[in-house]
């Protein structure tokens, strides 16, 4: 069992940044790939990104290439999604997910085995 809790969602102007934050507990934390999906009003959720427990392999969708990063520090239990040069369309509920399956995690409609309760990201113009 996996619990995944978030935070650092908020209201931001389109081209800032925020930092999401997930904390991770639960056993044999090892054997699963952390992701981030999010979800806009009316439409379904996507992936994000996603990484390895090691932290050597990291995976995003193209739309966030090169604008987020994800990360994880073991030693904390924590996975972390810097987002930057944010727009409007970037609105959406964040989750966090864990998986022992990379595909489950970043699958372009996720279904991994556990979820956080999601934070909210807005971005203004």
């Known amino acids: 069992q996996v619990q995944l809790v978030e935070s650092g969602g908020g209201l931001v102007q389109a081209g800032g940044s925020l930092s999401l934050s997930c904390l991770v507990s639960?056993?044999?934390?090892?054997?699963?790939?952390m992701g981030w999906s999010r979800q806009a009003p009316g439409k379904e959720r996507e992936f994000v990104a996603a990484?390895?427990?090691?932290?050597?392999?990291?995976y995003y969708t193209d739309a966030m290439k090169g604008r987020f990063t994800i990360s994880r520090d073991n030693g904390k239990n924590m996975v972390y999604l810097q987002m930057n040069s944010l727009k409007p369309e970037d609105t959406a509920v964040y989750y966090c997910a864990a998986d022992r399956s990379l595909i489950r995690v970043s699958d372009r409609r996720p279904s991994a085995d556990y979820w956080g309760q999601g934070t909210q990201v807005t971005v203004s113009l």
């Open positions: 990484i390895n427990w090691s932290g050597s392999a990291t």
């Open positions: 639960g056993r044999a934390l090892s054997d699963y790939y």
